[in-house]
């Protein structure tokens, strides 16, 4: 029997909505498993531009783990897209590709496959974490603004 990646990390702090972009049906039901066993809230897409629609609808995500080489639409493309609107560019984005690519910009990591669970949670785990940091830091201006 294999051990799960989160069993060692502890659980999750909250319930975070990730999309999971990425047009191989292996490697998305492969991410997406291993998410919801550790408790997080996936969708998953094998098209982008549905993806992107269905963010633009009001549906944001709050991490995307996206795919860079798709048809249709690059990984490159859809960050590009998001980042064209405003309550959609501040989205931490975790980017997976099989290739060797250099830095990707607005992307927080890109990973390569084939990806290891463990690495995966630990990386959208370190997001979460992130989030909550600048949440609290948010909460403490806010009090102090109120005073």
């Known amino acids: ?18 999309y999971v972009i990425d047009d191989d049906a292996d490697a ?20 982008p531009r549905e993806a992107l ?3 633009r609808a009001g549906s944001a995500p709050e ?22 609107h405003a309550y959609l560019r501040t989205i931490p984005a975790l980017v997976v590709t099989a290739f060797d690519v250099g830095p990707i910009p607005r992307a927080v990591a890109t990973l390569r496959k084939p990806i290891r669970p463990e690495v995966l949670v630990a ?5 979460v974490s992130q989030m909550e940091t600048d949440e609290s830091g948010e909460d403490a201006r806010e009090s102090a603004t109120e005073r």
């Open 63 to 84: 991490l995307v783990i996206i795919d860079l080489k798709m048809p249709h639409m690059t990984g490159r493309e859809l960050l590009q897209a998001l980042g064209a």
């Open 28 to 47: 998305r039901e492969l991410l997406q498993v291993t998410l919801e066993d550790c408790g997080y809230e996936v969708e998953a897409y094998g098209d």
């Open 53 to 55: 629609l269905r963010m």
């Open 1 to 18: 029997m294999m051990n799960s990646p989160c069993a060692t990390s502890g659980t999750v702090r909250r319930r975070l909505r990730v």
């Open 123 to 127: 990386h959208v785990e370190r997001c």
